[in-house]
């Protein structure tokens, strides 16, 4: 496999449901991110992890707990979310967040909440 | 604040020349990135710019000027394959990328 590969790809679960999004990416890259894309809004970065150290945590909620085992993995487990969650969540490696090289993206995992 | 605005949608002719500008207003700049993003589908990296001036790169080419904080990108001889969202993005002085909420580009036959 190459490139970096989210699953699942889509989830629907309750208020009251645990589940987890994984990330793995085959690049060789240090850092990795979680974001949140929601219709005609612009991406919102959540975490960021460097040589799988977390770096950023945009005021994110505890509900969303991320997870970087190693530099090529990287989980998000949901608890308790609410409806406004719903949304396309993106993971995206990189070389360096502080290189200008490009993010690498997967295809997205498509969460429902209901 | 930080603040990235492009156009919500456009439309476009297959064969034709589109342009999609995009303004920034960012602490710092380390560079403006465009990225298209087909329907369901993971957003890729199309261009980079650093420097004032116009990169080429095939049928799509970017444009930057730092002191007007606008950049835009150009698309020639549009395919129906061209049919998707682009974004921009700008790296503040932190690094930290800043988004547009990205333009729907629409291509008709």
């Known amino acids: 496999e190459t490139g970096v590969t989210q699953t699942p790809r889509h989830l629907v679960m309750g208020m009251t449901n645990k589940k987890s999004l994984k990330c793995e990416q085959h690049?060789?890259?240090?850092?990795m991110y979680w974001y949140k894309q929601s219709a005609k809004k612009p991406l919102e970065l959540m975490f960021v992890?460097?040589?799988?150290?977390?770096?950023e945590n945009n005021s994110v909620p505890s509900r969303f707990s991320p997870e970087c085992p190693n530099s090529s993995h990287l989980f998000l487990h949901l608890h308790t979310l609410q409806p406004e969650d719903s949304a396309l969540y993106l993971c995206?490696?990189?070389?360096?967040?502080?290189?200008?090289?490009?993010?690498?993206f997967g295809e997205g995992s498509r969460l429902t909440v209901l | 604040g930080q603040n990235i605005d492009q156009p919500t949608e456009m439309t476009a002719t297959e064969g034709a020349i589109v342009q999609i500008n995009c303004t920034y207003q960012?602490?710092?700049?380390?560079?403006l990135f465009w990225y298209q993003q087909h329907a369901g589908e993971a957003p890729t990296f199309l261009s980079y710019n650093v420097l004032d001036g116009l990169e080429e790169k095939g049928r799509f080419s970017s444009f930057l000027s730092r002191s007007k904080g606008y950049s835009y990108l150009l698309l020639k001889e549009l395919q129906m394959k061209d049919s998707a969202s682009y974004l921009c993005a700008v790296k503040d002085s932190n690094y930290q990328l800043i988004w547009g909420a990205g333009t729907k580009l629409i291509i008709k036959p």
């Open positions: 992890y460097n040589f799988k150290e977390q770096t």
């Open positions: 995206a490696s990189s070389q360096d967040p502080t290189s200008a090289g490009e993010l690498f």
């Open positions: 690049l060789g890259h240090n850092a």
């Open positions: 960012t602490s710092g700049f380390n560079g």
